[in-house]
């Protein structure tokens, strides 16, 4: 099982059959480690409508990919020319060989870049090569992680950034409700209103038992 930071809160990951994409912002990101071209995806997830989340993923759906995400987000891109969609609502679960795709609550907003209404943003929780991984999205410190921790986490990708999402002191207290093995921090340092020391983060996420990874935009972990 391999996951991929492409910077921001892009990742992917593949178990060697499934490759996957979430928020595929690559276009116009400052930290892109890869131009959409060089990354193939066979599903790409979509957690909510803003431009450095939607991203590219039309142009991933135009090459075959299977979009999902919510209700207005997949009628959205089917007008636009995506062929494959999977229409999902919060709690909503896709199955297929080898895992599940869940979308889970989150508190934030959404509208696509030419003010489209986006729908309710959600995180989403991926079962993939026998792991489960919990990409929170943009969110704020949220109640219903407890839930979503329930789960049995092996790595939760979380914003940092503050500002728009959680900032660092919210992200700890999301720890101690989601219980991961491992937290990755994302979504900092992508602009200058989202500033933050990942290591410090860190640090602050080992002395409440969850082991921290910095990953670089283009750095890889190997879960098994």
Avoid at 167 to 175: C, K, S, T, V
Wanted: proline share 6%; with cysteine; aromatic share 8%.
């Amino acid at each position: 099982m391999q996951l991929r930071f492409l910077g921001h809160a892009a990742v992917w990951m593949s178990d060697g059959s499934i490759r996957l994409i979430v928020d595929p912002f690559l276009t116009g990101n400052p930290q892109a480690a890869a131009r959409p071209e060089e990354i193939a995806a066979d599903i790409v997830v979509v957690t909510h409508a803003h431009g450095d989340h939607w991203g590219d993923a039309l142009t991933f759906c135009k090459r075959g990919a299977l979009l999902v995400s919510n209700f207005e987000i997949t009628n959205y891109a089917e007008r636009r020319g995506a062929k494959r969609v999977c229409s999902l609502n919060t709690g909503g679960r896709y199955d297929f060989a080898g895992g599940w795709i869940k979308l889970v609550p989150a508190w934030h907003s959404s509208s696509f870049p030419d003010g489209t209404y986006g729908g309710m943003p959600t995180g989403v929780v991926i079962s993939l090569g026998g792991k489960k991984i919990y990409h929170a999205g943009d969110t704020a410190l949220l109640a219903e992680m407890e839930f979503i921790g329930k789960l049995g986490l092996e790595v939760a990708l979380l914003p940092i950034g503050g500002t728009y999402t959680m900032d660092p002191e919210d992200a700890l207290q999301a720890l101690e409700l989601l219980k991961p093995k491992m937290v990755v921090p994302i979504h900092y340092n992508t602009f200058p209103a989202i500033q933050q020391d990942p290591d410090a983060f860190i640090a602050a996420a080992e002395r409440y038992g969850v082991e921290g990874k910095k990953l670089r935009p283009g750095e890889e972990l190997t879960l098994g």
